[in-house]
């Protein structure tokens, strides 16, 4: 099974992206979700997720307030909403299965899948 993380691309400081997260054949509302990003020279960092059993969700600080994770059930989709972006939010994110979701982000994952890139620059 791969999660595979889609919508990212170029965008201006201040810029919003939705960057989805798809797994044809694999039921996404019965596992608790994680959204992971790691820029150039540094380590991933979990940074939102959603908890299967209530839809509850983490974020970690740099991103609280700016970003909102969702889930479509009926897409089987989970969704990264990014507003206010910041040329430091540029890396490679991706989404998996995580292991403990806690008010302050994701730790531990598993099913990962090919990244989408965003780069936010002028």
């Known amino acids: 099974v791969q999660l595979q993380a889609s919508g990212g691309g170029l965008v201006q400081p201040g810029g919003s992206l939705r960057l989805s997260c798809a797994a044809p054949g694999f039921t996404l509302d019965y596992y608790t979700i994680g959204w992971f990003r790691q820029a150039p020279g540094k380590e991933r960092e979990g940074i939102s997720c959603?908890?299967?059993?209530?839809?509850?969700?983490g974020y970690t600080d740099s991103v609280k307030g700016r970003f909102t994770i969702s889930r479509d059930n009926a897409k089987n989709t989970v969704y990264l909403q990014m507003n206010s972006l910041k040329p430091e939010d540029t890396a490679v994110y991706y989404c998996?299965?995580?292991?403990?979701?806690?008010?302050?982000?994701?730790?531990?994952?598993?099913?990962w899948g090919q990244g989408t890139l965003v780069t936010v620059s002028s």
């Open positions: 959603t908890r299967s059993n209530d839809g509850s969700t």
């Open positions: 998996a299965v995580c292991g403990y979701c806690s008010d302050y982000g994701c730790y531990g994952s598993r099913y």
